[in-house]
């Protein structure tokens, strides 16, 4: 059993409202549907989480306050007694054991199913007890507890799914007060939240698509932290008085997903004349500039279990190669070339990708997308899907399993037309039935191998996050992303 550690407190009121600009619409409040960087910033703080992580990353206890055990694949959690969400209720053990059910039930939707696809379903075993099965042995059940959202049974019974979106009931240290779409979402300390309680009384999260309308934000004071700088933007801010940048190498990792399902793109030479057309070293000191990402030859990031610190050979930059292969596959033109990107995903590296591959005879176009827009096409009907698309992934849970099983596993949104095979979903299934980390890695280094051999997706970089905020503003960034405002602190 581990008891509850806590985090350390902030100084007095010093700021009435702390106004963050995002990028984009949060695709959903509802904290079990959809979860882009938006949406987990915002309802990040209206919800609590069973458990949580500290700055370091370290699982700690937080809406339980400890757990033990019982056996291979039941794992008890003792949760507090003096949560109350925002209409006044208590939260108790059914609704931990409902929001674990809804989040698994396929009939909901959860874009996060396929990240809880080992729990088998949970049980309020007492008024103050929850009881977790996993369907195996799965190691990374605590981990999977950071990332789930309590909700009220009763609210959400009542009222339904969407009309719980539009307005949600949560337990955190913010409570929801108005979702203005296109413009902001809004909240207010709750005066009853049970543990560390916010320095600002209200919160404004404001979606702000255009980069140097954030940036002007933050250089005029109508915005006291922004979201999500090109690197140039952040060496701009650097010199400027009165403003900072934070950066951290996240888990996310930016690839290129190709349609293994399409024409001639399902032909091992097309991809790796992809893969050989990519100069990531350019991409990431060129374009990014070295801090808005680290090259990466692999899909899993160094600091999540299951990175493989040997990793298998992949097709090194080599233009004439690629140019080959071409002529090989193509030898009367280019080959036609379909790319998608949306924001926030880099548009310079898109552009860059799209004309390294012109320069070695595909015919690349480039389109760019909303994120809703984007979703429904690349997680819809394969034979809708881009030949190509850019996407950052990241599972923020520190383990292989989670961005693999995203990427890979059976029936995950991401997985359609990767040529995930039989084969690959036994070795993800390895890799989450058994606590022995030497058989974990020995999974995760196949997948690697088979990553690298059949080339579904080209990996690019390790995603750094940017981070500009006014000097007054105390925030340490994450590898895991997370925007906990109850962990920052303002300073005149």
Known sequence: MIAFAGLSGHAALAKETIVIDLVDEPQSLDPHLHANNSALYTYGNMFDNLLTRDNAGKIIPNIATKWSQLSDTEIEFTIRDDVTFHDGSPLTAEDVAFSIQRIIDPA??????????????????GPNTVKVTTKTVYPLTLGMMTKLPVVPKAVVEKVGDEAFNLSPVGSGPYKFVAWNRGVSVDMAAYDGYWGEKPEFPKAEFRIVPDAATRVADLQTGAA??????????????????????????????????????AKPFDDIRVREAIASAID??????????????????????PS?????????????????????LVKEVSP???IPMTLVNRPPYSQSVAEAVQQMLIDVGFDATLE???????????????AQHPDGYFINMSCSCGDADGLFT??????????????????????????????????RMEAYEAMADWVAETLPIIPMYQVSQIYAMNEKLSFTPTPNETMFINRMAWSE
């Open 332 to 334: 009367d033109g280019p």
């Open 280 to 301: 990531r070293e350019g991409l990431v000191q060129g374009l990014l500039l070295g801090i808005g990402g680290v090259e990466s030859e692999q899909l899993i990031a």
């Open 406 to 439: 995203l990427v890979f596993g059976k029936g995950a949104n991401f997985a359609k037309a990767t040529g995930a095979t039989d084969e690959t979903e036994a070795l993800l299934v390895k890799g989450r039935t058994t606590l022995d980390e030497g058989e």
């Open 304 to 324: 999540s279990f299951g990175s493989d610190p040997n990793p298998p050979a992949f097709p090194a930059y080599d233009p004439d190669h690629a140019r080959e």
């Open 224 to 261: 006291d932290l922004i979201v999500t700088l090109t690197p140039d933007l952040a060496v701009q801010i650097q010199a400027e008085p009165g403003l900072k940048v934070e950066t951290v190498a996240t888990e996310r990792m930016a690839y290129l997903k190709l349609n293994l399902e």
């Open 368 to 382: 760019v997308k909303e994120g809703g827009t984007w979703y429904q096409q690349v997680t819809g009907d394969p």
């Open 108 to 125: 909901y939707g959860s874009d996060w199913i396929s990240t809880f696809a080992a729990i088998a379903g949970a049980e309020a075993t």
